[in-house]
């Protein structure tokens, strides 16, 4: 009987804490430079993408759709670079006092944390730099029970995407 209580207590728990919901921030551009010569037909390269097929594929179309072409033998090269930045807290006490609120409060109180990615476009010809943006993105996910509702409409992968797209969008603006 104690081993069914403990298996329900269990099964409660992380159902309760397995509900997720992600909120987009803007795309902040950190730095650019250089002028691209135009939509030229390009080569893309994804660098970073590993754990993210979907989300490649998706900004990949977004690309193509803006009026760039891709010719696998042009010299102008498109990389689009992802990279994971650790996230910084302003107070790492007030963060672990959030995870414990979660936990004794079963998912009542959301456990929130920031994800945090840099995204690049560098754009180079065979033998030089043309253009380079850099866009910090951030997506802030929060976990518990009282993000059931919110669950279904931003699931973090999906609103990952979104902010991919988001960040390609802002890079055509300055183009």
Known sequence: MKFLKFNLF??????????CAAFVKDPDLQFQKGKLPGT?????????FARY?????????????SG?????????LLEVVLEEINPEYESIGLHRLNI??????AGIFP???NTNHLLSFRYSDSEKNIRESEFKTTLSQWRGFSMIFFSPFYWPSSSFGTLLLQTWSEEVKYL
């Open 111 to 113: 456990y929130q944390i």
């Open 40 to 48: 030229v037909p390009i080569r893309i390269v994804f660098t970073g």
């Open 100 to 105: 414990l609120a979660t936990v004794f409060s």
């Open 53 to 65: 097929e979907k989300e490649k594929q998706s900004l990949k179309q977004s690309i193509l759709k």
């Open 68 to 76: 760039f072409s891709e010719d696998t033998k042009s010299d102008l």
């Open 10 to 19: 269990l099964f409660l728990s992380v159902l309760l804490l397995e509900q």
